[in-house]
């Protein structure tokens, strides 16, 4: 008995830390609903690529990810990344952040891609 008592007492508890939307303390195997991306599943590149995955906005307009070459990628790391950095809040390898923004990330890496067309001008017309 002595054993498991001393094996659990020398444990490491792993640091928690708080959600900045709902400041629940997260922990490992212990996570609130904010929690979108952890380090140890990608880099930022990867959670990009998940988002454009997941997000209705891209199923909806019919998008796939593989219309984005690698090359593209490749490109625009930089702004990618600051993208990201810009929706979500990354503290100590935990990504937070609402449902909602995984499909603004998406919609911005979409018309990056692929911007939408320019609309028709219209005139104004004023009565003499």
């Known amino acids: 008995m002595g054993n498991i008592i001393n094996a ?15 400041a629940h303390p997260n922990a490992v195997g212990a996570y609130c609903r904010h929690i979108r991306w952890t380090f140890d ?20 307009r019919g998008f796939a990810l593989r219309d984005i070459s ?3 990628w490749d490109e625009n790391i930089e702004w990618v990344v600051d993208r990201v950095m810009i929706h979500f809040e990354a503290i100590d390898g935990l990504v937070f952040g609402e449902l909602a923004d995984l499909d603004l990330l998406s919609r911005d890496i979409w018309r990056a891609f692929l911007p939408d067309p320019v609309r028709p001008y219209m005139a104004r017309i004023d009565p003499v």
């Open 8 to 22: 659990t007492e020398d444990r490491k508890t792993a640091p928690t830390v708080r959600c900045p939307i709902c």
């Open 41 to 60: 599943q990608g880099d930022p590149m990867d959670f990009a690529r998940f988002a454009m995955e997941t997000s209705p906005y891209t199923r909806a």
């Open 70 to 72: 690698q090359f593209w």
